[in-house]
């Protein structure tokens, strides 16, 4: 009833300008100094010149914007760019999937938006070079992947590994669920493999509560409910949901068989983009397609992911 009261109000463009109002004062109350890695891209910053060799697009996108503004400028103008992911919630007519998702939507900008900038200015960028693909402006869409890949390769490969089929325009089907499984695993052994070279200070094993609550049950969940008939999941989702699906099965089969020992945290950052940032654009994006069963699953996630995400950063 609130919301119709709101619709009957305002026109579609007041409601966009009422969410990223509401989306600035959340950032306003939430933006301190004490936030994790606020003072290591402030160090970067002040002197890019010094970490040109850890990521030389990142670095020479600094160079040329600390000329005319000063941090908290940088801070906001990524903020900024996150939430036009996210304006057309907007659009979502129910006031029960309205509020969750506005609020879905602020953990992710404080992740991604205020804590993990690079990764954010990558999926922002990647979600560019997407749009332009998607829409037939091949050419357009190639300096977008390019800058994407240079910024944060981990993020730039994930996503890709999210949307790769419809990149590439490939039929669903349960030989191509296989695949997509046995893609991920690949990927996730990767990453455990190159987590060694981050040192022994970062070694950490996989929360036993995050991969019960976070991966294993929703999905064992999901399976049932949809009576592990892949054929009828595959008619009835989209791209990041099937994303999501193989990551999860390919963590469970690589947790239970004892990887993982110590690149834990790697996993997770890989985790959190496609349960996080991709799973909400979605769900969003396509929430009048969404089966009840889509639904329970990524809204679980999504808020299990987010729990996590809160109890590490401020408990």
């Not at 970062?202 to 294993?216: A, D, E, K, Q, T």
């Not at 193989?246 to 790697?266: D, H, K, P, R």
């Amino acid at each position: 009833m609130l919301l119709r009261l709101i619709n009957s109000l305002f026109s579609k463009q007041q409601h966009t300008f009422l969410l990223l109002c509401f989306l600035l004062i959340f950032r306003f109350i939430f933006e301190t100094e004490k936030l994790p890695d606020y003072e290591a891209y402030f160090q970067i910053y002040s002197n890019p010149a010094l970490y040109r060799e850890w990521n030389l697009i990142f670095t020479t996108f600094i160079e040329g914007f600390k000329f005319l503004f000063p941090y908290e400028i940088f801070r906001f103008t990524i903020f900024i760019f996150g939430t036009i992911l996210y304006l057309k919630l907007s659009l979502i007519q129910t006031w029960k999937e309205l509020v969750p998702l506005f609020l879905l939507s602020c953990i992710i900008l404080l992740e991604f938006y205020m804590i993990r900038l690079r990764a954010g200015m990558c999926i922002t960028i990647f979600y560019f070079f997407y749009f332009c693909f998607m829409r037939q402006l091949k050419i357009i869409s190639l300096p977008f992947a390019l800058t994407s890949f240079c910024l944060h390769p981990a993020t730039f490969l994930t996503l890709s590994l999210v949307y790769w089929p419809k990149i590439l325009n490939i039929t669903l089907n349960k030989a191509f669920i296989f695949f997509n499984i046995c893609l991920w695993v690949c990927a996730l052994l990767i990453v455990d493999f190159v987590s060694v070279e981050r040192g022994e200070h970062l070694y950490s094993v996989i929360n036993p509560y995050r991969f019960l609550v976070l991966m294993f049950i929703p999905t064992l969940f999901f399976l049932i409910i949809s009576k592990f008939d892949l054929g009828e999941i595959l008619n009835k989702t989209h791209t990041e949901f099937i994303g999501l699906l193989s990551l999860n099965i390919a963590l469970i089969g690589l947790y239970l068989a004892g990887v993982f020992e110590t690149s834990g945290e790697a996993i997770i950052r890989v985790y959190s983009i496609v349960a996080g940032p991709a799973l909400l654009f979605s769900i969003i994006l396509n929430n009048d397609k969404c089966s009840t069963s889509y639904k329970i699953l990524a809204f679980s996630t999504l808020s299990i992911n987010s729990l996590f995400f809160i109890r590490t950063v401020y408990l």
